[in-house]
């Protein structure tokens, strides 16, 4: 009885020690093996083991991460108060760095970005700000790379995903939107006019040379609005002679042709 009680004794020892000995490294994830506080490798994925008590085991993680970078409320090169929020998404490339360089690389990503787009959006003005967005974000991925770079982490893009204006500016720029908007309809409408004038002096020339030409518009102008059947047309005497004149043309038109 003392045996067996002795080997299920050892056992759960033994139990343990493996329990404290595997450990199990994900696809994602790197391993990087503390032995007495000095680092002796980095495990690859799959099942590793370690001595209990001896070694620890810490498993950056190297998917991409998402991080928002909170608004910031940041004073333009020409003195415009704006609220601007990005986010960063940037990865682990040395499991090694990220754990022996820096304490936290979450937090020190996410503190140096708030730091960076603060200092670049303030070097520009409002206009530049909104209308030059990808300049600022491939600036700014730069340069926050720069500084991660030697803790083993890699910023891949920074988007400026928000910019919040005083209710003033808005209003303001509303205003120079609706003037633009009206300064290209005006342009537009004297084009047309200047077009229209054209086509004008054209058929004035035209009809300067056939003044029948002037006599059959008036007929037609007539025709369009006897279409709509309520109205009254009072032919003036001067229009009934220039209907004569055309039935005199018509008909010496036709003589002529005949005649060939």
Do not use: C
Not at 8 to 30: A, D, M
Not at 31 to 53: M, T
Not at 59 to 88: E, F, G, H, Y
Not at 118 to 123: A, F, P
């Amino acid at each position: 009885m003392v045996d067996y009680v002795t080997l299920t004794f050892i056992g759960i020892i033994i139990l343990i020690i493996l329990g404290l000995s595997i450990r199990i490294v994900n696809q994602y994830e790197r391993g990087v093996v503390f032995r007495l506080g000095k680092v002796i490798g980095i495990k690859e994925p799959g099942l590793r083991l370690i001595i209990p008590l001896v070694d620890r085991m810490v498993k950056p993680s190297l998917r991409i991460v998402t991080m928002p970078i909170p608004a910031q409320k940041i004073i333009t090169q020409d003195n415009v108060t704006i609220d601007v929020a990005a986010v960063a998404y940037f990865k682990v490339t040395d499991a090694y760095k990220a754990v022996v360089e820096i304490e936290n690389y979450n937090r020190a990503v996410n503190q140096i970005a708030q730091t960076t787009l603060r200092s670049v959006v303030g070097k520009y003005a409002l206009d530049e700000i909104l209308s030059e967005t990808q300049k600022l974000n491939q600036s700014m991925q730069e340069i926050i790379d720069t500084h991660s770079e030697p803790w083993g982490i890699k910023v891949t893009t920074v988007e400026i995903k928000d910019i919040k204006l005083p209710d003033s500016m808005q209003r303001a720029i509303a205003l120079q939107a609706e003037a633009e908007r009206e300064k290209r309809a005006k342009i537009i409408s004297a084009e047309g006019e200047y077009l229209a004038a054209g086509k004008l002096g054209d058929a004035a020339d035209i009809i300067t040379e056939h003044p029948v030409a002037l006599q059959l518009r008036i007929m037609q102008v007539l025709s369009n609005i006897a279409a709509e059947k309520n109205s009254t047309i009072v032919f003036p005497a001067q229009l009934l002679n220039s209907i004569r004149d055309i039935k005199d043309f018509m008909t010496s038109e036709v003589g002529d042709i005949e005649k060939k």
